[in-house]
T-cell receptor, first 113, second 113 residues
Framework: DQQVKQNSPSLSVQEGRISILNCDYT??????FLWYKKYPAEGPTFLIS?????DKNEDGRFTVFLNKSAKHLSLHIVPSQPGDSAVYFC????????????FGDGTTLTVKP | DAGVIQSPRHEVTEMGQEVTLRCKPI?????LFWYRQTMMRGLELLIY????????DSGMPEDRFSAKMPNASFSTLKIQPSEPRDSAVYFC???????????FGPGTRLTVL
């Protein structure tokens, strides 16, 4: 049972436009959500996170939205830049397993100049 | 800080051989995670340690896999005997207890012929 799902394997957008990456989860016990970015031949790097007590968190060009009733979160990148081209992983965790995160399969974002 | 260090970066071995992957976490971090990334299964957690103690090894696929953390600055993941289906990228990550963000190493690409 995959508890964290990223249903879009890939996304392509034009430079300067908005990129929206989506993530769905099934476990209502998850209380913290994270997005990681991964370039080829490198490990994932932390990008942005959100607690389940919030519905939005913003950091520069990156905003994460959380809809708990729908068990859905999304990452918005505005404006998109070619350097944002990477694989984006959604991850979720809950307090009883502090540190243990469940990852989605990732979405490959391509930003075209 | 040098970040999480993994060695080797690439490993090619023949079926039946023993493989040992190594990880040095970020100094001061007390949680360590081993992940495996494949096309079929995405990024999956194999095992994680808190303060050098294995907390959850439910992701370890079989008895052929074992992990140790003899001290706070070193961990190994061993596969014995290795099989072609073990071919994957293995990531090590570390974090501070109570902090949600994990820091990943560059990964070890394992190919079992």
């Amino acid at each position: 049972d995959q508890q964290v799902k990223q249903n879009s394997p890939s996304l392509s957008v034009q430079e300067g436009r908005i990129s929206i990456l989506n993530c769905d989860y099934t476990n209502s016990m998850f209380d913290y959500f994270l997005w990681y970015k991964k370039y080829p031949a490198e490990g994932p790097t932390f990008l942005i996170s959100i607690s389940s007590i919030k519905d939005k968190n913003e950091d520069g060009r990156f905003t994460v939205f959380l809809n708990k009733s729908a068990k859905h979160l999304s990452l918005h990148i505005v404006p998109s830049q070619p350097g944002d081209s990477a694989v984006y992983f959604c991850a979720a965790r809950f307090g009883t397993n502090a540190g243990k995160s469940t990852f989605g399969d990732g979405t490959t974002l391509t930003v075209k100049p | 800080d040098a970040g999480v260090i993994q060695s080797p970066r690439h490993e090619v071995t023949e079926m039946g051989q023993e493989v040992t992957l190594r990880c040095k976490p970020i100094s001061g971090h007390n949680s360590l995670f081993w992940y495996r990334q494949t096309m079929m299964r995405g990024l999956e957690l194999l095992i994680y340690f808190n303060n050098n103690v294995p907390i959850d090894d439910s992701g370890m696929p079989e008895d052929r896999f074992s992990a140790k953390m003899p001290n706070a600055s070193f961990s190994t993941l061993k596969i014995q005997p290795s099989e072609p289906r073990d071919s994957a990228v293995y990531f090590c990550a570390s974090s501070l207890a109570g902090v949600n963000e994990q820091f990943f190493g560059p990964g070890t690409r394992l190919t079992v012929l």
